[in-house]
């Protein structure tokens, strides 16, 4: 039995953070981190591990044997296991052997760990994480970025689905760049947002069980392979989110489940410890070091990445003790509630720590429930996220339009109660992946009518979408009308570019981005009450609604949609203000291959003393048509 020099990352005020679970940089201590002790090149392990008897180090360097480089426990009462082995190099494999009290024995991976074998191998590799950026513009305006009034609109992507190669193998993070950035640039996107890329053992489960929280998986490529993509997309002024899962974890003997052989990161009661709808292990938020770690993990993403924001899966599944359990099965807090008390805390130091050491990024909850204040300060009770995924409205609308057109005349409702509350948080309105997959068909096959009808709807959708308040999301091949269920085994249909009707699609949501960029009244109050103002046209018998978008200082913005196939002509639109309103766009365009029905170009307000906005248009809305209409100066 050798153990190893006692050399140490660990000061006693970095041990001081770590019991008091506030160290925000122990993925600077943590893991393995090559290094020079006394001229001698070698790496640094440390490891968190409290209730091990014996922990080795297994790997390349040592032919995988447990007996020969054991580390240190520190005498401090920190769990840490820690030693510097010489001569070991980049690239090596490793793992840490663990020997349990009970006398069992786990090979696991470095929780720490910044990279991976490729599954399904489940070794750790040690790295290092040196690269030259050249985002320092981006990082820069980023600083002085309103989030709040930015057009932020975002292009969801799955890499390993996005697109493929020519035998279908998968892209390098690296060949992803160069085809994904030129497509968000051209189509007008101003953010992406990559489904969880950290390393996870099993494909199918698109990233969302993850055994890595440090590591970017590798089946796309090294750590510099994925910065080198994320530089790329911020040189060309596109701001980038990555979905980060603290959810919950799998149960793979290599990962985080039973670590030192007690229930470490997870609970011990059965009633806590098992997530009943995805058979994962659930965090056990209430231990110290498990938060902080948790935290950390965060925090890595945002300092080594450069990433621009995170969304937090799965929040819903964490706020409450009886997600997916039936009566019995799960344990109430202690005031008897269903709420998970430790979550909410976690929460909350999470989006607190993340603003102190990154007040320029952006954090969003995935949450499906009406909790409060979700986007409001934890001083005021909140949890503190900057913004919210709006599932309700994501939901109303998609069943509205599911209908029958005839039928929608009596689910007016439908269209209207999302704007009730609208500004009661910071929304993103998402069609995401989870919308088009098991069954649920892709955004254009969920239209009724025909092939033609169910296009013309798509487009109307889309223009709703981003004339309603909230920023945007896009799941990738639906802005060019998918027809088949995305698939994470097979690339997006890119073939379908080759038929105009696709592309005439495409086009009209390249469009809608521009305008929604350069249109201030559309983005700047997204989540400010004045940012619409109804104009009495919600016309439940014709399936029509109007109403005006606006900002401070600038003409306000009218959007019209008439949810029929029915084309209405001299449909009178009551507005506050005369003159000659210009047609800005018209989802019925021949360009966007629709059939040329408008205004021909815009109309004039005629006065209408007894109409109680005084000026009305008299207009033509175009069948399953979104209209968009600005008042010009005299």
Sequence with gaps: MEKQEKFSLFSEFDVYLFKEGTHYAL???????????EGVEGT????????ARH????GDFNEWNPSLHFLNQRADGSGIWE?????TQLGDRYKFHVE????????????FAFLWEEPPKTASVITTLDYLWGDNEWLDKRKNIDWAQYPLTFYEVHLGSWMRSSDER????KEIASHLVAYVKEMGFSAVEIMPVMEHPFYGSWGYQVTGFFAPTRRYGIPQDFMFLIDALHQAGIAVFLDWVPSHFPSDSHGLASFDGTALYEHLDMKQRIHPEWKSYLFNYGRTEVAEILINSALFWLDYYHADGLRVDGVASMLYLDYGRKDGEWVPNKYGGRENLQAVSFLQKLNQAIFYRFPSVQTIAEESTAWPLVTKPPYDGGLGFSLKWNMGWMHDILDYMSLDPFYRQFHQNDLTFSFMYAFSENFVLPFSHDEVVYGKRSLLWKMPGDLNQKFAQLRLLFGYMYAHPGKKLIFMGGEFGQCREWDHQRAVDWWLLGEKVHKNLQRWVQDLNRFYTEEQSLHGWDFIRGGVEWIGCSDSSASVLGFLRRAKGIPPILALFNFTPVPRFQYDVEVSEGGYWLELLNSDGEVYGGDGVGNLGGQRALDRPGNSMRYSLSLTLPPFGALFFRKEGE
């Design 27 to 37: 993925y600077e201590k943590m893991g393995a981190h090559s290094l020079s002790v």
């Design 55 to 58: 922990v080795s180090v297994i």
């Design 170 to 173: 998968w892209l390098n993070y």
């Design 44 to 51: 640094y392990f440390a490891l968190w591990a409290p209730s």
């Design 83 to 87: 030693g510097f082995i010489p001569r």
């Design 100 to 111: 349990t009290f009970f006398g069992e024995f786990f090979d696991k991976g470095d929780p």
